[in-house]
């Protein structure tokens, strides 16, 4: 029973475009939704969040968008560069239960 | 100035035996966590402590004990490892209010052979 879902195990962008990494939810409970990136051999390093109010939020190159109506988010990259290629980690949580819910991850390739 | 630190890198032993590993945190956060990386790379929790209290503890065989000597260390000991145990586990910190991200540290790969 996977609550968060990572659809696309791999995604492979040209240096300078946008990288788009996906995710859908199924529990309607989850108010805090946050990006990680992790390269090998170290841990997952947080990246951005959103909070189930807002439907956008910026960081420089990072903007998370959070479609409640869909159960959908989404990490957009741009423009992206080589050392963002890393696995992408969506998760959530619910804010009383302070536990994050991962998915299975997207593996970011951005080629010269 | 490791945020979030665990020991050992690297583990690898035989099956029955018993082995620990341990986490510290210097970000002055309350609460910590455990969480297990599979071979399929799912990261899923297993426990969670808040000053030292067990808060969550997800189904987990109860060969996994977590002890926490204070707020800022949490470690794992593991009994009569099997060989399902091998995987990545990572230790985690987080403020514990609402919507705190969490903080990991660089993992521990055990390998039971």
């Known amino acids: 029973d996977q609550q968060v879902k990572q659809n696309s195990p791999s995604l492979s962008v040209q240096e300078g475009r946008i990288s788009i990494l996906n995710c859908d939810y199924t529990n309607s409970m989850f108010d805090y939704f946050l990006w990680y990136k992790k390269y090998p051999a170290e841990g997952p390093t947080f990246l951005i969040s959103i909070s189930s109010i807002k439907d956008k939020n910026e960081d420089g190159r990072f903007t998370v968008f959070l479609n409640k109506s869909a159960k959908h988010l989404s990490l957009h990259i741009v423009p992206s560069q080589p050392g963002d290629s890393a696995v992408y980690f969506c998760a959530a949580m619910t804010g009383t239960a302070s536990k994050l819910t991962f998915g299975t991850g997207t593996r970011l390739q951005v080629t010269l | 100035d490791t945020a979030v630190s665990q020991t050992p890198k690297y583990l690898v032993t035989q099956m029955g035996n018993d082995k620990s590993i341990k986490c510290e945190q210097n970000?002055?956060?309350?609460?910590m966590y455990w969480y297990k990386q599979d071979s399929k790379k799912f990261l899923k929790i297993m426990f969670s402590y808040n000053n030292k209290e067990l808060i969550i503890n997800e189904t987990v065989p109860n060969r996994f004990s977590p002890k926490s000597p204070d707020k800022a260390h949490l470690n794992l000991h593991i009994n009569s490892l099997e060989l399902g145990d091998s995987a990545v586990y990572f230790c985690?910190?987080?403020?514990?209010?609402?919507?705190?991200?969490?903080?990991f540290g660089n993992g521990t790969r055990l390998t039971v052979t």
């Open positions: 985690a910190s987080s403020l514990g209010q609402v919507n705190s991200p969490l903080h």
């Open positions: 970000l002055g956060h309350d609460t």
